[in-house]
């Protein structure tokens, strides 16, 4: 029931709530469009409701000006993302995507910083088949998108691993329980048949999420200190693991986090998450889906940049936000217990975890899986997946871990990974080590500059500064994404790019190591060249002047150089 103490903002809803309402549950025309030959593309209201089915549709931006020349429609293309809670695949899963990605994608898998899976390239009438082989391996990629939770996170590194199966479970039951409950994925992809049924039946089709669906989406991750891999504080709905005398007690929550902003409007930022109290395991399905009711009837309808909870949260204040969501529960939070993170960035190589298996973390730059010339990665990794009996864990970070192998399969796997030279980093520098970016250019319709593809040379050049000063194994997270959309968790990197233009990006700096504060605009509209002079004098200076086992970002604001973040508003100044 909607508290009358508590309003959602008016005004005229958007056109995105429109196409929602008359989506019939996220129906649409989809079915007949996608069956359509004449276009390879498919209309934009179609596209919206494509979201909440795990896809965009897309084009090649870097032929579009050709095409255009040509009078033919741009290169459009699908991008397909797997809801895969906790990130964790069998090796038969892995093989499954493997071929996708060679049979209907790109050829590459993209590793993203929400530990799934993503494809690009896919042809319109392609998908249907992606969708149904992705299916036939027991993954999918329902909610994928859209303004629905997303893919639920949780830590993965590998020496936590004593408890990562009961946190790993509890992700699979979130993602499960917090679904759609439309049959439209299963319809329009699936072939199956339409149930008939009266208007009353059908209002009872989304009993949590309702025929509007969220005003936006939803992030949800689960860390376990000391390791905040997945940044927790960066979810829309945190849960901080708290164990006691070994044993998993219960979830700390935090809520109201979230990386996007737009440029030039001080009105959108970053802001991380608070915590408001403490839920035992078994209350956390009910927290969850209280709190996302709370977001359904208080968000943004009418302006989608200020529609993420982390706005309804600051609008209502976070003390109304926490009595609604116990009042829907009926019963209060517990006070919030210790906790306390070192670092948000993953563990390399080889480690053993419980029952004798073992696990290695491989260094996947941009979490792009591909062949180069010189590095049979995506090969590498095929001829693994044929012998490994453990499961795969694709990281917060876009890494990957070989994980739960058996002592007996150990030695053949590390014969695999010195055959192609699979790295897990170690003869890069830390700073490469801790790089993460988003897709950007050429197939992000959003995208502004490069990220990806331009980061690794970037950092090729910076490294030359840090070998000059003696920081080649000192671990500082640099980020780079190609808009203020915040995919690559930019506001959360020590060092973070932000696109502007082609070849022009706003700097940041000022992150904290663990990801407990927000970085702070250092420069903006900058090049290459002004980038490399401005980090030649800030890591010469740090390597100078910092205090032992001082952190980079925990430097530049002791040094004056920028001002600690207090929240996101000031996340501009």
Request: proline share 3%; glycine share 8%; charged share 30%.
């Amino acid at each position: 029931m909607v508290n009358p103490v508590l309003k959602a903002p008016e005004g005229q809803p958007s056109d995105v709530e429109r196409i929602k309402e008359k989506s019939r549950y996220l129906r649409g025309t989809l079915k007949e469009v996608m069956q359509d030959r004449i276009s390879a593309g498919i209309p934009e209201d179609d596209n919206r409701l494509m979201k909440h089915h795990g896809s965009y549709l897309q084009d090649d931006r870097d032929l579009r000006n050709e095409r255009q020349k040509q009078k033919l429609e741009p290169a459009y293309q699908f991008m397909l993302r797997v809801r895969l809670p906790g990130g964790v695949a069998t090796s038969d899963q892995w093989l499954v995507m493997d071929d996708l990605a060679e049979k209907y994608g790109n050829g590459t898998l993209k590793l993203t910083t929400r530990e799934t899976f993503q494809m690009h390239g896919i042809l319109k009438w392609n998908m249907k088949s992606t969708i149904q082989a992705i299916h036939a391996s027991l993954m999918d990629t329902i909610a994928a998108c859209g303004d629905v939770n997303r893919n639920v996170m949780c830590t993965s590194n590998p020496y936590l691993s004593e408890i990562h199966t009961e946190v790993y479970d509890w992700s699979k039951k979130l993602s499960d329980y917090l679904l759609p409950r439309t049959r439209a994925y299963h319809e329009i992809w699936l072939d199956e048949e339409k149930v008939a049924g009266t208007p009353e039946t059908e209002e009872e089709v989304e009993p949590m999420y309702g025929p509007l669906y969220l005003p936006r989406k939803f992030k949800i991750g689960i860390a376990v200190p000391p390791s905040n891999d997945i940044d927790v504080f960066s979810q829309d709905l945190g849960l901080i693991a708290v164990v006691e005398d070994g044993r998993l007690a219960g979830f700390n929550v935090a809520i109201g986090g979230g990386m996007g902003m737009t440029h030039g409007d001080t009105a959108t930022y970053p802001q991380l998450a608070k915590v408001i109290g403490f839920v035992r395991p078994e209350q956390i399905l009910e927290t969850a889906e209280k709190i996302i009711t709370v977001q359904r009837d208080y968000g943004n309808r009418s302006v989608r940049k200020n529609a993420r909870f982390k706005y309804t949260i600051d609008r209502l204040g976070l003390d109304n936000v926490k009595a609604e969501i116990e009042n829907r529960l009926g019963w209060s939070l517990e006070e919030a217990r210790e906790y306390r993170f070192e670092h948000n960035g993953d563990r390399y190589g080889w480690v053993k975890g419980i029952n004798g298996k073992w696990h290695f973390t491989l260094f996947v730059e941009g979490g792009r899986v591909a062949d180069f010339d010189d590095y049979r990665l995506k090969t590498g990794l095929r001829e693994i997946a044929k012998i490994h009996t453990g499961d795969f864990r694709l990281t917060a970070n876009q890494n990957l871990i070989i994980g739960n192998v058996s002592s007996q399969k150990k030695k053949k796997i590390t014969e695999l990974i010195e055959q192609f030279g699979l790295t897990d980093g170690s003869r890069y520098s830390a700073l490469r080590r801790n790089s993460m970016a988003c897709v950007a250019l050429p197939t992000c319709g959003l995208a502004m500059a490069e990220a990806e593809r331009y980061l690794p040379s970037l950092i090729d050049k910076l490294e030359e500064i840090v070998d000059e000063n003696g920081l080649r194994n000192e671990e500082i997270t640099i980020r780079m994404t190609g808009c203020p959309n915040g995919c690559a968790r930019h506001a959360l990197g020590e060092i973070g790019f932000i696109g502007k233009a082609v070849g022009k990006y706003n700097m940041y700096l000022g992150a904290a190591h663990d990801g407990s504060r927000l970085s702070k605009m250092y420069r903006e509209n900058i090049g290459e060249e002004e980038i490399l002079g401005e980090m030649r004098v800030l890591l010469s200076r740090y390597a100078k002047e910092r205090n032992e086992s001082e952190h980079f970002g925990d430097f530049v604001i002791r040094a004056g150089i920028v001002k600690a973040t207090t929240d996101g508003t000031n996340f501009h100044d």
